[in-house]
């Protein structure tokens, strides 16, 4: 009960506000960026978000589609003040070599702002992501994971790869069907942590303290890390060796 104490406590203060609301479709403070990219020679993306929401899902085509939806936030209740503008907020795309970076460039306080980015990217693709605040769902992708957000929750489901998923507080849920798994560790500082080989609960002894860990050794190439200060840390190995 205390660790979800201080995890609502720790949104709260992370987000600074005692109410909030979103500007929506129709409203003047919102603002729609829709992009694509050509990928045929790209093998990793990224993507450094603030404060929202990190949606990736696979597309058949070797392109990234990108919809960045911006809105600004209401502080203080119904009749707050509202601290962004959507419209003088770029979507930066620098590319180099095999990759290319997403964010946002603006003059502002970001935190005014709510980001939504969604894409569909060829599943080859290796992903780098990042968030202040908020959560991530990213599905399919095979090219590996890196996966960061300060508060909010991480949920992922892919094939195979390698995956490093950490969060400051936060719960984190990974499901990877891969054949091949190497290093498996899973830790939680405060919360608990739970494997799942196929159909089985990988049963462990229960360290003392607040947190717990769990590691695993495999002879495959993926390897995996799943990390979260005040959280739950879970994985699922829908497939095993």
């Known amino acids: 009960m205390k660790r979800h104490v201080a995890r609502a406590a720790l949104f709260a203060l992370a987000l600074g506000l005692a109410s909030l609301a979103v500007a929506g479709p129709g409203d003047p403070a919102y603002r729609t960026i829709e992009r694509t990219f050509a990928a045929e020679s790209l093998k990793t993306f990224s993507v450094k978000g603030n404060v929202g929401k990190i949606v990736v899902s696979t597309t058949t085509s070797d392109s990234i589609r990108l919809r960045l939806e911006l809105g600004v936030r209401t502080q203080g209740g119904l009749f707050g003040s509202r601290k962004g503008d ?20 603006y003059a502002g306080d970001r935190d005014g702002l709510d980001e939504t980015w969604t894409l569909e990217v060829p599943a080859r693709l290796a992903a780098r992501l990042e968030l202040a605040v908020g959560d991530m769902d990213v599905r399919g992708l095979e090219g590996g994971l890196k996966l960061s957000v300060n508060v909010g929750d991480i949920e992922a489901d892919v094939p195979r790869g390698d995956i490093t998923a950490r969060t400051n507080v936060g719960d984190i849920r990974v499901t990877s069907a891969t054949d091949s798994y190497g290093d498996v560790e899973l830790e939680a500082s405060v919360g608990d942590t739970h494997l799942t080989q196929g159909d089985h609960r990988v049963r462990h002894p229960k360290p003392a303290g607040a947190g717990n860990r769990i590691s695993l050794d ?24």
Request: aromatic share 2%; proline share 5%; hydrophobic share 35%.
């Open 86 to 105: 959507p419209h003088a907020a770029e979507l930066d795309a620098d590319s180099s070599a095999d990759v290319i970076d997403f964010g946002l460039r």
């Open 218 to 241: 495999g002879p495959g190439r993926d390897r995996i890390r799943i990390k979260t200060n005040v959280g739950d840390a879970s994985l699922v190995l829908s497939t095993s060796t």
